[in-house]
Structure formats: C-alpha cells, structure tokens
C-alpha cells in the first residue's frame, strides 16, 4: 500500500471515529422527566415521614437518588406555581397571577404569553422531543396549550380537575367533611384533550391518573433513540379525589391516601420503564409538588408535616414541597439540605443538555446541576415568596421575614402584620417563634434586600398581570 492510500486510509479512520464520537454525544445528552402533583403536602409521603400512606417507589426513588428537603414552588397556588416551573422566572414576571383571580378557570379569555419561553421551547432547540401529559392550566384556548408552548404532544386536562361543576352536583366543599364520601366523575364536566382537541368529556377521573401514566410509559419507548422531555402533571390529589378502583380501600391513610398510593404506582411504571428500556442512567426524574395541601378539606386534603399552614399561604406548608431528583448515571445519591425551587428547574436542565436559556428576560433560576452531580452547592441563597401579585415574604439563607401573610386554613383571607415577623427556619422549621425583637440588624437586612428585588420587579405591569390571568 501506497503512502497515499496509507494517508486516505488513516483519514478514513479518523473520520469514522469523529463520527461516532459526535454520535455519542448526541446520545448523552440526558433526558428529563418531570413529575409534577397537584397539591401533595410535604408530609404526605414515608419518605418524607407520613406514617399510614405507603410509597414504596418513592421511597426507593429518594433512597437511589436525591431527597431535597428544603425546595420551593413559585407560587402556593397552581397557576402561578406552573407558570413559575416552565418558565424560571416568578409568576409577577411572567403575568400569571394576580389580585383578583388567583388562577386560571374555564371562562378565562387568557393565559401564559407566547412570548415567555418554557423549558420545552429550550430543550427543542436541542432537538429534544417534547410532552406534556396531565393538567396543564396555563390557558385552555388554543393559543395557550401545550401544542403552543413547546410540547410536540400533549393528552391531559386543561385546568383544575373540580372546575365545570355540573349545576345540581353535590357541593364537595361540604361533602369533604365526611372521610366516606367518593365523588362522581359525572359531577365534573371537565374536558380530556388530546392536542387541541377534546376526546371525552367529562373526563372519567376514576381512571385518569392510570390513563395519564400509559400515555407517559409510551412517549418514553417511542422516543428511545433521541433526547426526550417529559412534563408529567398529575391532576390529583386536588379536590375532589377519586382514584382507580384498584386502589381504592387499600390505603390506611383513607382515601387521601388511596390516591396517593396510586401515584406512587404511577411513579414506579415510569422508572421501571426506563431501566427496562437501558434508559435510567441518561435519564434525571424530578418528582415534585405544586404547593402545598389544601387543608380545608380536612380528611379529604394532604398534611404538611412539621411545616407551618398549606396551600395559598406563604408560610412553608405553602410552597415548601416533598421533591426528589433521582438518575441512577447522573444524580450522586444522598439526602440534600441547601436551597432549591422549580424555577431552577429551566437552567439546570439549559445547562446539562448543552441549551441556551433565555438572555433578553430577566431570569429568576440558577443551575443545581452541580449538587445533582455531588460536586458543587446550591447557588440558591435567596426566595422570594410572591402570591396574588404581592410579595409576602422573603427568605435568606436561614432567616424568613413575613410582610403579609394568609390565613392558615381558609387562605381567602388575609391577615395584616403590625409588624414584620421573623424565622429562624433552621432551629424552627414551624414557624412558631417570631424572633424579630431580637434581631433588629437581620429584619432590616432582609427588609434591603426586598427592597432591592421590588425595584427589579417594578418593569412588571400590574394592569397586565390582570388581563392575562383572565379578569
């Protein structure tokens, strides 16, 4: 052999392995699943220390994985708080919340801006398949899907599962006082879409949590052979409940906790998916809540824990919420004490596909991928607690100061504070002694640095926020 052949053949060979190793980069870029329930208190799982409901795959799940004990929501309501995950920015940025509506129902005529950017739209610049399966509430008209946002696909329900009350149905508000009632599917006329199209209504909730689990098992063996993100958001244990009769009767947590049950069994079809198809260890799962438990509805509703109040409120039974991070190949196990909130979500998932997040907005996440591989620590020193358009409080480090709180139970109402209250979350993670007489310096810190994050909110435009929440 020549020298000149000698010479092709080494550039052939060259070649080829350029090519494989650009191949294998291609396949290395991880997939994302999101696990997003419908709110599931902080206490409402073994792993996270509930004593009746058992939840054998999220245990597993967080003993393989990453238990995150202090991560936030973006809001301790749903559309706001999803509004907050897909997009990394809080909801007084993105306009989905408001004063006078708090969330989105079925006759509003808005919802999140086109022009926001979501985690899908990121990741499809990467080539990444797309799907939303579940409740999505951020706009039921057709300019405000899934289809629209970034996802290829979407099969779910548009807005909360207890909105379209049929007339004459029974009043679940009053019928939750009674721990035997099972409501009927039929009372609750809301739509199952699959894209933009409605294909029952209304939807047999009965099955609804199976249904949206076989619709998520089939994205991930149809899309083996590219990166895929999946948003799966479970519309339950949002009031009313009802689950498979499988599951019902099985659980000593009543039937709050039969609904539990089943999404754990929804959890574990997903990760056992992935192992079976070699996926699991290119594949990081977050399992997490969108506020806290709507604790009005007594049996019917979940437990915060040791934590202070639930759902709607501020305090940390509102927007603290059980998360795992689980990646058999990606996610360095252990349990991880440091900050983090879905609003991270948008720039750890930018940063360990190889994506862009948006740079001509102002962003409110950070990277965590440094924690999830065990090399780094959260960037996330700081939270703001937004709701209904209005800050409420803040969060450094350990410190949390309250300017306006909800009431606990019935978070309609508001209470006004004489004065600023003051936690010291690490020693007191109830929220239970007020400390602000005797740390003056710390109440006028946090009270600066919400000063200075207000001013970086000004360019938000209230009148807006309430046109696109639907008023």
Known sequence: MNRT?????????????L????????????NFVVIFCDDLGYGDLSCFGNPSIKTPYLDRMAAEGQKWTQFYVASPVCTPSRAGLLTGRYPIRNGMTSAKRVVLFP???KGLAPSEVTIAEVLKEKDYATAAVGKWHLGHLPEFLPTNQGFDTYYGIPYSNDMDRVADAPNYREMANDPNWYPDTNSYNVPLMDGEKVIERPADQNTITKRFTEKAVEFIEVNQEKPFFLYLAHSLPHIPLFCH???????????????????DWSVGQVLETLRKT???????????SDNGPWLSFKTHGGSAGPLRAGKGTTFEGGQRVPTIFWGPG????????????????????????????????????FDLSPVLRGDGKSPRTDFHYWTRAEIHAIRSRKWKLHLKQREPINYGKAVELAEPELYDLAADISETYNV???YPDVVADLQAKLKAHLADAADSDPDQLVDKIGE
């Open 5 to 17: 052949s000698l010479f092709l053949l080494a550039v052939a060979i060259c070649l080829a392995f």
């Open 19 to 30: 090519s494989l190793s650009v191949r294998g980069q291609e396949s290395s870029k991880p």
């Open 107 to 109: 006759d509003s005529a």
């Open 245 to 263: 009769p499988d599951f019902r009767g099985k659980s000593l947590g009543s039937l709050y906790g039969d609904v539990i049950e089943e999404i």
């Open 278 to 288: 070699g996926l699991d260890k290119n594949t990081v799962v977050v399992f997490s």
């Open 330 to 365: 990606i996610v360095e196990p252990g349990m991880v004490t440091e900050m983090g909130s879905t609003l991270d979500l948008m720039k750890t998932f930018a940063a360990m596909s190889g994506a862009e997040s948006p740079s001509d907005r102002k962003m409110d996440s």
């Open 436 to 438: 602000a007489k005797k």
